[in-house]
């Protein structure tokens, strides 16, 4: 499974609004929204008042967008995933979980390293546990030297746009974070333009490596 990283979205709107877990009972339409606050609209989270709904459906996701706005990042995703179902319903015990985000671009639409963080915990905090495995996987377009430079997601230092992220960690100090604590199974796979060994060679497809080869794409291929 490939699960996208920007799992907490603030400002969108979906179709449909059904409360989640603990929501408040407030009038009005509105998108389906977790928040930390009460107030019309639905809203799911901590500091909410109104009557405690004891049962909830988790909606067709089909076409939807859910929004969890108002709190921290893990706030955010954990309310989020909640009116989506659960991690449950999307991970399993067992699964390989590859996180793409988007790390080449460290200013606009730089993935949030603390909401990453809070999907990963998710995960493996997931009911019935977590035996699988989680790897952080990104091409920033640039071989393995210079991908490894301070201005990018994997060693970005606080000089190069990392206070306006998450000053805590980079994508590499995120890995290192869970296996100091006993959690080999979240991994970080940066894939390179290029290599400096035979093994890195261009390819079109995977026809074309030979076995322990890793390939990246050509400038101009053709399909």
Not at 28 to 37: R, W
């Amino acid at each position: 499974m490939v699960a996208g990283a920007a799992m907490a979205e603030a400002g969108c709107d979906s179709e449909e609004q059904q409360p989640g877990p603990g929501a408040t009972g407030g009038s009005g339409g509105g998108p389906q929204d977790a928040g930390t606050g009460g107030g019309s609209g639905g809203q799911a989270g901590a500091g909410g008042g109104g009557a405690e709904v004891d049962a909830y459906t988790p909606p067709d996701l089909t076409n939807r967008v859910l929004v969890a706005r108002n709190g921290t990042p893990p706030e955010n995703v954990a309310n989020v995933l909640a009116l989506a179902g659960g991690i449950a319903r999307f991970i399993d015990q067992d699964d390989v979980v590859v996180l793409k985000p988007n790390g080449q671009w460290r200013r606009q639409g730089y993935t949030h390293t603390e909401c990453m963080k809070a999907l990963i915990d998710e995960i493996l905090a997931r009911p019935g546990g977590f035996d699988g495995e989680i790897i952080i996987a990104e091409h920033i377009h640039r071989g393995p030297s210079a991908s490894m430079e301070a201005q990018y997601c994997w060693n970005i230092s606080a000089g190069d746009n990392r206070l306006n992220n998450w000053p805590d960690m980079s994508y590499l100090e995120l890995v290192q974070h869970y296996h100091d604590n006993g959690v080999s199974n979240v991994t970080a796979s940066p894939l390179f333009d290029s290599g400096t060994s035979p093994d890195w060679v261009p390819v079109n497809g995977p026809v074309d490596l030979s076995a322990g080869q890793h390939g990246w794409v050509r400038t101009t291929y053709t399909t």
